[in-house]
């Protein structure tokens, strides 16, 4: 009987994913309308796709001399809109409406918009430890400074006086604080804490890392995806990022391509498609190969990947930086400004900004006392566990965690000690898969083209509400405590609540690799995504839930609850399902039975869908919703379910 209408089910499962490919479409047309209003709006912003604009954008801000503080954080936080920008062109554009030509243009923008920012920040701070004077601390006659908006927090210190009882510091407003070496308390140097929320240190793929993507459903009027398509979008993005220095090093950007042209070798390498699965999947044709291949590539990726030889180099696929990065440099006092009757004079110095030498280089070999670094933790981002401490090495592109010790840690005040045996950029990171399995998931309809995905984790329960194509974070629940306040109840797209979650410290986003660092019980793609799919266009009139039964199930199959769900009011009676990804199945078992057994329900029969196994059981309502539901609905609970991957990570 399955076999004799497996047919027609599957002609009406294609009609019901027309709605993906109406989605596709959608974001294909609001993609190009944005850029038509950015070009009527003339508004003075440059487009950063287009090369001339932001070329001669980064050209006259380069060449403006007005080295002011709050204008070069003014001008910044247009900078980072730029950025943004580019970044969810890179992660949301499919492969067939970008070309690899403007995938590296945009990477090349980026990396040149971070480099010209950090300079900007470099004049900045030379221009105000010219005018010391303007910011000397009455108590201890040195310099003092914290200036800070919601991007970044510059706090710098110039020791005018040379006295040795004033060799540690605390900043005002801003706790953060050191404690000098006697040699350098005595010297003429400036100490700066640059914290920027934001990190343009680690390698570009980290911020750029997206989840597979939705291309073709089996439409004949899509062209198949190229064997080019297939790769991960972030792969292709990859590219190493080089220390901006004090004074910036000229170089920079010809290393970070060639790190970026090694790591596409590698990533085409891995791009290998399995010819049988490939074939299957043709067969069935409701289901884009590209998405199988980037979770089947998983385990082959991990496998191919070398280990980092040195215990010292931090695994930035096990850990993340979070909360921002810590510009800790030491500085030469340039010349003061001297007032002469009506003029203001200084001297100018050709090399400008200059990074005072600690250790000194002739005591390389010698002992030397270290810097002791007081650090507030950032309050808008959550730590579950006491972070890692690195430094970055701009020899090597890689977050280090030696010439860093005596960690000391104040988790009531939120406060880190640690001493450096020289002036070294950190961050503080934490394990990405904290998080990871989930305790519990569910998805539940709460409206007309609403619904609401619960997860659960060890230590936090994230409830993200959807609504037509936006989503928004309803709560963080940690402790038994409401957190992440600034985050919740704004309305963002998938893509954009996923990147401020894993900014927070909330990540709930598997990655391609993430299950060598997570015990998981691997499930076929195949199965998986045509789960993701089915339950998306199932959601508006169906609750979803784990099941413990999952775990018990093979690879090739996923087990979930289903229940009828119209209102609010609603009591779920739950029913445990299976499916394959080929044929769907109502279990006789119950959650709370002793076995886990794939005997069919009483009165059931397998189905090629589960919209048609769920349809021997539903209302007329629930199916007529379930038709009607808005294709912009579907797509976004489709991503969320993509990005979170609950039938593998719980």
Known sequence: QDEERRESELAKLHSLQQKFLSAQQ?????????????????????????????????????DDQNEDIQLVMKKGEQVLNLIEKLQFILLDTPPSEI?????????????ELENLLHQKYNEATEQLLKVTNTYEDSYTGNMQAVIK???????????????????NHVFCDVPHGFDLPKSLAMSSVAVRILHTHYDHVSPLWLQCQSVPKLEVLGSKELTPPSKDSVEEPEEEKQTDREELEVPVEQDTYSDRRKSATSFKENSNSITNINETTEEEIKKSGILDISEVQDLAMQEETGEREEAIPDENVVDLQEFIPVGGVYHIDALHLPPQVKEIKDWNMVELLDPGLEAYPYPPEEAEDAAHPPIQITLMLADHVMYFENPLIARWDPAGQQWRTDGISNIRYETQEKKVTFEMDAFYTVALLQDAHLSMPYSTWELQPTGTDEALLLVKTIFAEVQIQIKGNQCMLSSVVAQEKHVLSHLTGKWISPLELRAVLKKAGVNIFPEEYSHKYVPVHKKSPTAEIRAYQEMALLASAFAFAQSKWNLEASEEQVVFKVSEHLNADAVKDWALYLFDGQKAQKLKITESSEDFSEDLEEDSEFHSTLYHMLKDFASQEAIDKVETASFLFIDAVYQLLLATRVLTYS
């Open 26 to 62: 959608w974001k294909t047309d609001c993609r190009a309308q944005a850029k038509w209003e950015h070009y009527l709006s003339c508004d003075g912003s440059p487009d950063p796709t287009v090369l001339p604009e932001i070329n001669t954008f980064m050209s006259l801000w380069r």
């Open 149 to 167: 908006d919601k991007n970044v927090t510059f706090c710098i210190w110039g020791n005018l006086k040379k006295k040795i009882r004033f060799k």
């Open 99 to 111: 070309t690899e030509k403007e995938t590296a243009q945009y990477q090349e923008s980026i990396l």
